[in-house]
């Protein structure tokens, strides 16, 4: 099947439905401050929490810091880092690639991806804010390959080793969340709605799943999760599946949340957060304007599920689920019970990160740029120190107790908690 040549925004009605909508926020309408990319300078009642002080408990140590390229660029990348061996791997969203040492940060290799082509004036693209960055998805790694995904609708596969390239293939869309890779495959979500399962050796496409894009979506989708021969995805139509690695069959599908309400805004249900499969193979996700739901890993049955709005990633540990939610309210949630265990509202619209959970801690950056540690039991904060001043929007990683962060603007930075004496 002859898939159709793929444009900047993806689906066509979501296209139509952005230039109306970017059109009312031309003209100074306020309706759309609640969604997660816009700012309402207006409302100074409803303004981010400020930070106050406390007794700080840990510091945040750097062991070393390195410049990653030109930065994420003003297209709301989110380009975590990956950790393959010893290596952490970083990139910015003009095709500049990196491999570092990660207990020294001594360079290993650098990159440099040629632009994509352009294909003339209906390349146009209002999402771009006068920027020209076109890695949009990734790092993404897995079989002795790291993986990128770009706004042309490439999925590129580059050796660990050096950096070289191995190959790229062309899917519906733009790639806008990491692709992931196992078992000779690589997976990737485009912003069309489809799963693509591509030849790790060779890019050609496996096998593809289609489903329909809402005529509304926020700008990201969630990254395939593969565990042993299963792959999950969520979706912007509020639905999650679980397919059959080798050949897509679909095991099964559970909605998080039914599409609400009367405008295309409310019934924005996207599942942007990756699906989270726990140490005991229990299934989370998260919808926005839905819920967060547990489900067993056999049939996609809901154990538990409980209101909640995220795009983010969930994390989990302590026998919790963390989740921050669109007002940027973090809340852990007993995984066995669903009953919130606590709730810390202390960084309320600060923009903040997806949370990592590592030790005794829970780890969140903010668009100011500060790295913010909760304690995992009670989360009062432990913790906190400015990276850079152009704010903290990809995931943090973690190895061995280090923690790694990629600034807006491109700074890699590596650091240690220490408990204060």
Known sequence: MKLPEPGPLGHPLSRLALLAALALLASGCSWFSWLPWVDDKGDDLDKPAELVKFKEEVRLKTSWSKKIGDGLGKKYLKLAPVIVADRVIAADGYGYIAAHDRFTGKRQWQVQL????????????LMSRRDDSFVSGGVGAGDGRILLGTTRADVIAMSVADGSEQWRSRVSSEVVSAPSASGGKVFAQTSDGRLVALDGATGARIWTYDTQVPILTLRGTSSPVVRGGTVYAGFANGKIGAFRTGNGELLWEQRIMLPQGRSELDRIVDVDGNVLVDSQGAIFAASFQGRIKAMRPSDGSVVWERDVSSYRNLAEGYGHVYVVDDLDIVTAIDKRTSDIVWTQAGLYKRK????IAFSNYLVVGDGDGYLHVLAQS????????????????????????????LSNGGKLVALTIVKRG
């Open 352 to 355: 903040l990160s997806s949370p």
């Open 378 to 405: 009670d989360g009062r904060f432990l913790g906190r120190r400015k990276i850079d001043g152009d704010g903290l929007s990809a995931s943090l990683v973690v190895a061995d107790g280090t923690l790694f962060c």
């Open 114 to 125: 040629a632009s994509p082509e352009e294909h003339g004036f209906f390349d146009f693209n």
